[in-house]
């Protein structure tokens, strides 16, 4: 079935309303105010959600592999996390991530 393009530019408006209303409430509505301490605990912890939703895709189903999942970029995000967790050193994890990839891609083929 396809999608006439009123309906794809009626679809896009829509949805750039709708996140331009979501930004809006929390800048233009709740940004002169002083928010609770319990949201503010809660938004503490946004980041920690968002990244790892952005990348958990990436590594279970890359792209590079056709969306096959790739036992190189599983030990990868594998030795990024627990020498995060051991080390508490961000730059570390990534170094510790990025040379385990490149060695087993280069030790696999």
């Known amino acids: 079935m396809q999608a ?3 309906t794809i530019w009626t679809i896009i ?4 309303v709708g996140t331009y ?7 233009g509505v709740l940004g002169q105010r002083e928010l609770p301490g319990w949201v503010l605990r809660m938004l503490r912890y946004t980041p920690v959600a968002v990244l790892p939703a952005l ?3 990436l ?15 599983m030990a990868a995000a594998a030795a990024t ?6 080390t508490r050193n961000v730059m570390l994890a990534i170094l510790a ?8 891609l280069y030790l696999l083929g």
């Open 59 to 73: 590594v279970v189903w890359p792209a590079a592999t056709g969306g096959a999942t790739d036992p190189a970029r």
């Open 97 to 104: 991530g990025a040379i385990t990839l490149f060695g087993l």
């Open 81 to 86: 996390v627990a020498v995060g967790v051991v």
């Open 4 to 6: 006439s393009a009123l």
């Open 55 to 57: 990348v958990a895709p």
């Open 21 to 27: 209303l979501i930004r809006w409430s929390f800048l």
């Open 13 to 16: 408006l829509v949805l750039g």
